[in-house]
């Protein structure tokens, strides 16, 4: 219980806590609790039930054995009564249990009730996380190193590198926005013209595009559709003879929260080749 409660305070708050990025990427709140081990849950609900099978088992021996000998006028003296082996039974199925959140979790049940707690946590951080105004200080810088460039870039709290994909890839934390970077060449295309070509790849619809510019030169912005709940968004920029793509995606119904993030994300880049 207290691991649940520390952790969904830090979730509500938005504070990226170890314990919530452990519960966050196993999937469990179990390895967060000292002294709680699903393994051995396991085990022990296996060996109780063997034991109560055992007693029942002998509990009919011995009442067939008791009843047989009765009819032969034979008294048997000092064996367990039918009732106490009721007892014995009840004690080995009884079951611990221990508050969790709206759940009482037991042995029959701790993994499903492990999932729920881990649920609720999961929709309170990325409530949290979408509740971030987009001017909120970016903290995390990053250096990737793409094709022919350098590139230094700062993403917010809750993001990291998306292992296992390409480098340049990052994801926030509940997995429902994803940032990717990368370079190709101009091959004599401006940069609208990549654009529209790169953010339609994989069936996007693109509905917006404009121009604009900072202090490293033009860029060209434009907004895709991408299946019937997800949006894309990319920049790009000039860099030498070769176009830098700063790819976003996300849900459709939290695109209006990451556009201002993403676009902090964007202008806090810098290139060196």
Same mark, same amino acid.
């Given at each position: 219980?207290?691991?649940?409660?520390?952790?969904?305070?830090?979730?509500?708050?938005?504070?990226?806590?170890?314990? /919530?990025?452990?519960?966050?990427?196993?999937?469990?709140?179990?390895? #967060?609790?000292?002294?709680?081990?699903?393994?051995?849950?396991?085990?022990?609900?296996?060996?109780?039930?063997? #034991?109560?099978?055992?007693?029942?088992?002998?509990?009919?021996? &011995?009442?067939?054995?008791?009843?047989?000998?009765?009819?032969?006028?034979?008294?048997?003296?000092?064996? +367990?009564?039918?009732?106490?082996?009721?007892?014995?039974?009840?004690?080995?199925?009884?079951?611990?249990?221990?508050?969790?959140?709206?759940?009482?979790?037991?042995?029959?049940?701790?993994?499903?009730?492990?999932?729920?707690?881990?649920?609720?946590?999961?929709?309170?951080?990325?409530?949290?996380?979408? =509740?971030?105004?987009?001017?909120?200080?970016?903290?995390?810088?990053?250096?990737?190193?793409?094709?022919?460039?350098?590139?230094?870039?700062?993403? +917010?709290?809750?993001?990291?590198?998306?292992?296992?994909?390409?480098?340049?890839?990052? =994801?926030?934390?509940?997995?429902?926005?994803?940032?990717?970077?990368?370079?190709?060449?101009?091959?004599?295309?401006?940069?609208?013209?990549?654009?529209?070509?790169? &953010?339609?790849?994989?069936?996007?619809? +693109? /509905?917006?595009?404009?121009?604009?510019?900072?202090?490293?030169?033009?860029?060209?912005? #434009?907004?895709?559709?991408?299946?019937?709940?997800?949006?894309?968004?990319?920049?790009?920029?000039?860099?030498?003879?070769?176009?830098?793509?700063?790819?976003?995606?996300?849900?459709?119904?939290?695109?209006?929260?990451?556009?201002? =993030?993403?676009?902090?994300?964007?202008?806090?880049?810098? /290139?060196?080749?």
């Amino acid at each position: 219980q207290d691991a649940y409660e520390s952790a969904l305070d830090d979730a509500k708050n938005g504070r990226a806590s170890v314990s /919530v990025k452990k519960i966050i990427e196993e999937k469990s709140i179990i390895p #967060c609790a000292g002294g709680f081990d699903a393994e051995k849950i396991k085990s022990e609900k296996y060996n109780k039930r063997f #034991c109560a099978d055992k007693i029942r088992t002998s509990r009919a021996r &011995i009442s067939a054995l008791a009843k047989s000998h009765k009819a032969a006028g034979i008294t048997l003296k000092d064996y +367990p009564l039918p009732s106490g082996l009721a007892e014995a039974v009840s004690a080995a199925e009884k079951s611990s249990s221990v508050i969790i959140g709206a759940w009482t979790m037991t042995a029959d049940n701790f993994e499903q009730t492990d999932r729920k707690a881990v649920l609720v946590i999961e929709q309170a951080l990325s409530k949290s996380l979408w =509740r971030q105004p987009s001017d909120a200080p970016l903290l995390n810088e990053y250096k990737i190193s793409l094709e022919q460039e350098s590139v230094t870039l700062r993403l +917010p709290e809750l993001w990291s590198h998306d292992t296992g994909r390409a480098e340049g890839s990052f =994801r926030n934390i509940d997995n429902s926005a994803r940032i990717k970077l990368t370079s190709i060449p101009l091959d004599g295309k401006g940069l609208d013209e990549i654009s529209w070509q790169w &953010i339609s790849r994989g069936g996007a619809e +693109p /509905v917006s595009g404009k121009w604009g510019k900072n202090e490293s030169g033009d860029y060209f912005n #434009c907004v895709a559709k991408k299946d019937k709940d997800r949006v894309k968004e990319c920049y790009i920029i000039k860099n030498g003879d070769r176009a830098l793509i700063i790819e976003g995606e996300t849900d459709k119904a939290k695109y209006n929260f990451f556009a201002g =993030r993403f676009e902090t994300v964007f202008k806090s880049i810098s /290139v060196s080749n």
